[in-house]
Nanobody, 124 residues
Framework: QVQLVESGGGLVQAGGSLRLSCAASGRTFSSYHMGWFRQAPGKEREFVVVISVSGSSTYYADSVKGRFTISRVHAKNTVYLQMNSLNTEDTAVYYC?????????????????WGKGTLVTVSS
């Protein structure tokens, strides 16, 4: 069993930065690929980024490529999402997810675990 707890959300002005964290409980963190999704008001949840178990492979949605950076620290059982050059379209609840399959994280299907989310609001 893995529990995921996101933190770091908040209110930021357009052009600003935030760093989200996802802390995972359990000793099997190192067995899971990790990802971030987001859901804006009135919209469906969408894929943001995934990082492989080793951290050597990452895949980003085109909408965040070049602005967001994912990383993971196994010793801390934590995944980070550094978000720069934020704009109002980035406003959403951001969810952390864990899966044994990278493909599952890229489509948001058959994901093993989800966090409860953290709200990011970008003001103009």
């Amino acid at each position: 069993q893995v529990q995921l707890v996101e933190s770091g959300g908040g209110l930021v002005q357009a052009g600003g930065s935030l760093r989200l964290s996802c802390a995972a409980s359990g000793r099997t963190f190192s067995s899971y690929h990790m990802g971030w999704f987001r859901q804006a008001p009135g919209k469906e949840r969408e894929f943001v980024v995934v990082i492989s178990v080793s951290g050597s492979s990452t895949y980003y949605a085109d909408s965040v490529k070049g602005r967001f950076t994912i990383s993971r620290v196994h010793a801390k059982n934590t995944v980070y999402l550094q978000m720069n050059s934020l704009n109002t379209e980035d406003t959403a609840v951001y969810y952390c997810a864990a899966s044994t399959l990278v493909a599952s994280l890229r489509v948001g299907a058959n994901v093993n675990y989800w966090g409860k989310g953290t709200l990011v609001t970008v003001s103009s």
